[in-house]
């Protein structure tokens, strides 16, 4: 698709970051605030869904794009992991510096640093330096799966009717639990949290390389939702205790409020997209990986909303854009780089002997046959 046509995907990105980001800082400076959210819709949470449908429509993007599935680790890796390392380099230095909040771990645990330096702590039971570190292990997750069907040559025959029988069989599932092993199902666990949105995503990029239809695709959205309302419903005749008409609002909220922003862009993308949220989908990696560091040097000065806030998105986006020019697109340059070096040179043109002499085909010249001499003319005075 023309690049223009893409611009929602960085407003997606964008909002999502920026969602996260002041949900984060309203945790901190609005007292009450994290308990009301968590009893209405935590949008830092809908900003998460967001980011999930933003990889299930641009991953398989890529590994369409990408040559070969080392290509496409190559980018994915040195794009992830400068600004990952410099967000831990940042945590490093805070606690070296005595800053006066803990994060996941001290500087003497050795074991948790390693392990979120390759960034395998959730494999490793070791907790997140960084609390937003949660979501990256899921990414790497959804990259993996794609690949995984892209290398057995699976991806694109992943559409329609394989969404509606993975609907299918969550609502076999989750009515299975409680009526067969005699226990709740949960709505929306974090598997679902994960591989739903990375599924929207896919079929929505399906949907706009004319793959899938747009009433097919609008259909299988409203099918998850009518899902996730039946296995609700199930649950609450059996366990009414632990099934509450709140938990089923706030997944709607949730959910709706993702779902609906992301599929609006979709269907938007052909208008033009504000500049300054493009700006922020550009960013949006070290926004999100960078914003706790500026949280907690915040944090202790308790300064109200007004000025907390501010500071905070100023502060980030400083850092972001300082990260993205100096580290971010480095990196991405670098991994192009090794790319370009790991693909196979092509063979040389075959030889062909002439006589002797080995000549190279694109070096022959056509031989050309001698010109027939002209008749003899006529004796002079003749």
Same mark, same amino acid.
């Given at each position: 698709?023309?690049?223009?046509?893409?611009?929602?995907?960085?407003?997606?990105?964008?909002?999502?970051?920026?969602?996260?980001?002041?949900?984060?800082?309203?945790?901190?400076?609005?007292?009450?605030?994290?308990?009301?959210?968590?009893?209405?819709?935590?949008?830092?949470?809908?900003?998460?869904?967001?980011?999930?449908?933003?990889?299930?429509?641009?991953?398989?993007?890529?590994?369409?794009?990408?040559?070969?599935?080392?290509?496409?680790?190559?980018?994915?890796?040195?794009?992830?992991?400068?600004?990952?390392?410099?967000?831990?380099?940042?945590?490093?230095?805070?606690?070296?510096?005595?800053?006066?909040?803990?994060?996941?771990?001290?500087?003497?645990?050795?074991?948790? %640093?390693?392990? +979120?330096?390759?960034?395998?702590?959730?494999?490793?039971?070791?907790?997140?330096?960084?609390?937003?570190?949660?979501?990256?292990?899921?990414?790497?997750?959804?990259?993996?799966?794609? %690949?995984?069907?892209?290398?057995?040559?699976?991806?694109? @025959?992943?559409?329609?009717?394989?969404?509606?029988?993975?609907?299918?069989?969550?609502?076999?599932?989750?009515?299975?639990?409680?009526?067969?092993?005699?226990?709740?199902?949960?709505?929306?666990?974090?598997?679902?949290?994960?591989?739903?949105?990375?599924?929207?995503?896919?079929?929505?990029?399906?949907?706009?390389?004319? @793959?899938?239809?747009?009433?097919?695709?609008?259909?299988?959205?409203?099918?998850?939702?009518?899902?996730?309302?039946?296995?609700?419903?199930? +649950?609450?005749?059996?366990?009414?205790?632990?099934?509450?008409?709140?938990?089923?609002?706030?997944?709607?909220?949730?959910?709706?409020?993702?779902?609906?922003?992301?599929?609006?862009?979709?269907?938007?993308?052909?208008?033009?997209?504000?500049?300054?949220?493009? %700006?922020?989908?550009?960013?949006?990696?070290?926004?999100?990986?960078?914003?706790?560091?500026?949280?907690?040097?915040?944090?202790?000065?308790?300064?109200?909303?007004?000025?907390?806030?501010?500071?905070?998105?100023?502060?980030?986006?400083?850092?972001?854009?300082?990260?993205?020019? %100096?580290?971010? @697109?480095?990196?991405?340059?670098?991994?192009?780089?090794?790319?370009?070096?790991?693909?196979?040179?092509?063979?040389?043109?075959?030889?062909?002997?002439?006589?002797?002499?080995?000549?190279?085909?694109?070096?022959?010249?056509?031989?050309? @046959?001698?010109?027939?001499?002209?008749?003899?003319?006529?004796?002079?005075?003749?």
């Amino acid at each position: 698709m023309p690049a223009e046509r893409m611009d929602f995907l960085d407003v997606a990105r964008g909002s999502a970051a920026l969602l996260v980001m002041v949900d984060h800082g309203l945790h901190q400076c609005v007292p009450g605030y994290l308990d009301l959210s968590r009893e209405a819709v935590v949008v830092s949470q809908a900003g998460v869904l967001v980011f999930f449908l933003v990889s299930g429509f641009v991953v398989p993007m890529s590994l369409e794009a990408a040559r070969s599935g080392a290509a496409f680790w190559a980018r994915r890796l040195f794009r992830l992991f400068p600004v990952y390392w410099l967000s831990l380099a940042l945590a490093a230095a805070y606690l070296a510096a005595g800053g006066p909040l803990p994060l996941g771990a001290p500087l003497s645990d050795a074991a948790t %640093w390693a392990a +979120n330096a390759g960034m395998v702590q959730t494999a490793a039971g070791r907790p997140h330096l960084w609390g937003v570190y949660w979501t990256l292990p899921y990414e790497f997750l959804i990259y993996a799966l794609c %690949w995984g069907l892209f290398a057995a040559g699976l991806l694109g @025959r992943v559409g329609g009717r394989t969404a509606a029988a993975l609907l299918v069989g969550y609502v076999l599932i989750g009515v299975w639990r409680p009526l067969v092993a005699g226990k709740p199902a949960d709505l929306a666990g974090l598997r679902q949290v994960v591989l739903v949105p990375a599924l929207f995503g896919f079929l929505a990029y399906r949907h706009l390389t004319g @793959r899938l239809s747009r009433s097919a695709l609008y259909a299988l959205v409203g099918g998850w939702f009518a899902a996730a309302g039946l296995v609700w419903a199930v +649950n609450r005749a059996t366990f009414p205790a632990s099934t509450t008409v709140g938990q089923l609002a706030r997944f709607g909220g949730l959910w709706g409020l993702a779902f609906g922003f992301f599929f609006a862009l979709v269907e938007l993308r052909r208008r033009p997209m504000p500049r300054v949220l493009c %700006w922020l989908g550009r960013h949006c990696y070290p926004v999100y990986l960078l914003h706790p560091f500026v949280l907690v040097l915040l944090m202790p000065t308790g300064w109200p909303a007004w000025a907390f806030l501010p500071c905070l998105v100023a502060g980030t986006l400083l850092l972001a854009a300082a990260a993205h020019r %100096w580290v971010e @697109r480095p990196g991405i340059a670098l991994g192009r780089r090794v790319e370009a070096r790991s693909r196979p040179r092509p063979a040389p043109p075959p030889v062909v002997l002439t006589g002797t002499t080995r000549v190279p085909p694109h070096r022959r010249a056509t031989r050309r @046959r001698p010109a027939a001499s002209a008749p003899p003319g006529p004796a002079p005075g003749g």
